[in-house]
């Protein structure tokens, strides 16, 4: 996991709410990205960012909104508008796509 | 569309014994191709990736895997199967140069059970 933190580690979260996943990386990379992973359905792509101020779509950004204002850090927000939030999220970055992707621990999801 | 398929959704083996798991992807190029680990409520751990050259590539603990570009494979492999190789194995692969578009595609993963 070294280089990549991500926080909390379990999150709560109530139906209707917003909730913001942090993902912070002193690897000095400059791709980020954010999967999620359900159990079956390996690891979808939410969101990724190539560079400060720039993000894309991944396959499945509905419900989720994310910002790059800093090199280290690229949070994501949880908003209301993803039906089905409950799965275990990840956080990643990398050098370049022949240097592979470096993942942070994890944060379970919960919507209670 | 581009993918990565792993075929089998669980492999068990016995302890001391060979093991490999399954990959196989349909994109199009050359790509890269990498071999994850993850323990249960982790991130994934990198294992071994395959950039050029030799078809067989060394990585972590063990681990081995195989390129074959006409089959379109790359199989995960390891001579001597440990109890504590349990885990969940996900392949992946990236896009070089122009068709480069940021993103790792990942296999849905296989469950690898190693038994005493």
């Known amino acids: 996991d070294g280089g ?3 926080s909390p580690k379990y999150l709560f979260r109530k139906e209707g709410q917003n909730v913001t996943l942090s993902c912070e990386q002193n690897l000095n990379h400059d791709a980020m990205y954010w999967y999620r992973q359900d159990p079956g359905q390996g690891l979808r792509l939410i969101y990724y960012s190539q560079i400060v101020n720039d993000f894309q779509k991944g396959d499945i950004a509905e419900g989720y909104s994310v910002s790059r204002e800093k090199k280290e850090s690229f949070p994501l927000t949880v908003t209301s508008a ?3 939030p409950t799965a275990f999220y990840l956080c990643a970055s990398s050098i370049d796509m022949a240097g592979g ?5 994890g944060t379970r999801l919960t919507v209670l | ?7 089998e959704d669980q492999v068990n083996v016995a302890e001391g014994n060979p093991l ?8 199009s190029g050359n790509p890269y191709l990498f071999w ?3 323990y249960p409520n982790r991130g994934l751990q990198f294992l071994l990736k395959y950039i050029t050259g030799d078809n067989l ?4 603990y063990g681990f081995e895997a195989e390129f074959n570009k006409s089959q379109t494979s790359f199989h995960l492999k390891k001579p001597s199967a440990l109890v504590s190789d349990s885990a969940l194995y996900f392949c992946a692969v990236s896009l070089r140069g122009s068709s480069n578009t940021g993103k790792l595609i990942f296999g849905q993963g296989t469950t690898l059970q190693v038994k005493p």
């Open chain 1, 4 to 6: 990549i933190t991500q």
């Open chain 1, 82 to 84: 993803q039906k089905n």
């Open chain 1, 101 to 105: 992707f470096f993942f942070g621990p």
């Open chain 2, 1 to 7: 569309a581009q993918s990565v398929a792993q075929p």
């Open chain 2, 20 to 27: 490999t798991v399954k990959c196989t992807y349909s994109v």
């Open chain 2, 36 to 38: 994850y680990v993850q």
């Open chain 2, 57 to 60: 590539v060394k990585g972590s």
